[in-house]
T-cell receptor, first 116, second 115 residues
């Protein structure tokens, strides 16, 4: 069964450094998402992406964040200058079609980002 | 403010027993409600999606109910197994016209099934 994959599984970086989290959504899916989950807290929506542009973003998704789909398979989240509070689990998700608002989102296993 | 509240925060039950998890939400307008299972260190996996018109939906030993009038949902797990130990997250999608609407997550109920 197709799965969303994410790399790396764990990323440790120093404050102020740039990080890129990578995701390979399920092929033929059209919508892509990033979420984050700070340890012990609930999952929070960051951004959705469709047709090579951001369709929605939350207040968390400020100028330090950017997303890109550089080729036909990868979907990346870049944090330009990491802060301690960016430490969290980052989940990528994808969903298959546009017309139905009840479409399922399939989540990847997550990347644990630790900022020191 | 759109919120999703779950109870209890955590629950310990013996293998083979049943349990019911609760979800209350204030999201409006409402599109659908989802229950996810999240194993430690893994991404959420969907169990059910329920729309406004659905009252009950089952997926194996999982049965979700929805009362859109009172904005409450429950997830009932029958004959629990050790592998049911996980966090169960209630997620509500708002219906914001042409927008996709964000998914609003509850904090989850951490279920531990003991032998």
């Amino acid at each position: 069964e197709p799965e969303v994959t994410q790399t790396p599984s764990h990323q440790v970086t120093q404050m102020g450094q740039e990080v890129i989290l990578r995701c390979v959504p399920i092929s033929n899916h059209l919508y892509f998402y990033w979420y984050r989950q700070i340890l012990g807290q609930k999952v929070e929506f960051l951004v959705s992406f469709y047709n090579n542009e951001i369709s929605e973003k939350s207040e968390i998704f400020d100028d330090q964040f950017s997303v890109e789909r550089p080729d036909g398979s990868n979907f990346t989240l870049k944090i330009r200058s990491t802060k301690l509070e960016d430490s969290a689990m980052y989940f990528c998700a994808s969903s298959p079609d546009r017309g139905r608002i009840h479409h399922e989102q399939y989540f990847g296993p997550g990347t644990r980002l630790t900022v020191t | 403010k759109n919120q999703v509240e779950q109870s209890p925060q955590s629950l310990i039950i013996l293998e083979g027993k049943n349990c019911t998890l609760q979800c209350n939400y204030t999201v409006s307008p409402f599109s659908n409600l989802r229950w996810y299972k999240q194993d430690t260190g893994r991404g959420p996996v969907s169990l059910t999606i329920m729309t406004f018109s659905e009252n009950t939906k089952s997926n194996g030993r999982y049965t979700a109910t929805l009362d859109a009038d009172t904005k409450q949902s429950s997830l009932h797990i029958t004959a629990s197994q050790l592998s049911d130990s996980a966090s169960y997250i209630c997620v509500v999608r708002g219906n914001y016209g042409g927008s996709q609407g964000n998914l609003i997550f509850g904090k989850g109920t951490k279920l531990s099934v003991k032998p």
